[in-house]
């Protein structure tokens, strides 16, 4: 089992940038895919950013690439999301989660393990 705790959230005007952690505990981090989701007040979760243990594998929301990079260190135990020209629709629980054996995992339904969240406003 892992668990995860995020931060680095807080208030950020529009075209500003943030780095949110996720740290884990547990001895195998290491073999899990880590994603990142969030969700907006009145809206549902929905899916960011997602990378397989080994880095080999990544991908995006439509909404965030090429804004957005996700990252982990295995070292550390510890999973990345830098968020740069952040939008005021970008204001939302950003959420960690892991998930094992999932190919390409997109969906939240596809992760077993959570974090509490960390709140991101972006103000215009």
């Known amino acids: 089992q892992v668990q995860l705790v995020e931060s680095g959230g807080g208030l950020v005007q529009a075209g500003g940038s943030l780095r949110l952690s996720c740290a884990a505990s547990?001895?195998?981090?290491?073999?899990?895919?880590m994603g990142w989701f969030r969700q907006a007040p009145g809206k549902e979760r929905e899916f960011v950013a997602a990378?397989?243990?080994?880095?080999?594998?990544?991908d995006y929301a439509d909404s965030v690439r090429g804004r957005f990079s996700i990252s982990r260190d295995n070292v550390k135990k510890t999973v990345y999301l830098q968020m740069n020209s952040l939008k005021p629709e970008g204001t939302a629980v950003y959420y960690c989660?892991?998930?094992?054996?999932?190919?390409?995992?997109?969906?939240?339904?596809?992760?077993?393990?959570w974090g509490q969240g960390t709140r991101v406003t972006v103000s215009s």
């Open positions: 547990g001895r195998t981090f290491n073999i899990y895919t």
């Open positions: 990378i397989t243990w080994n880095g080999a594998w990544f």
């Open positions: 989660a892991a998930t094992r054996g999932a190919v390409q995992p997109l969906g939240q339904q596809e992760y077993a393990y």
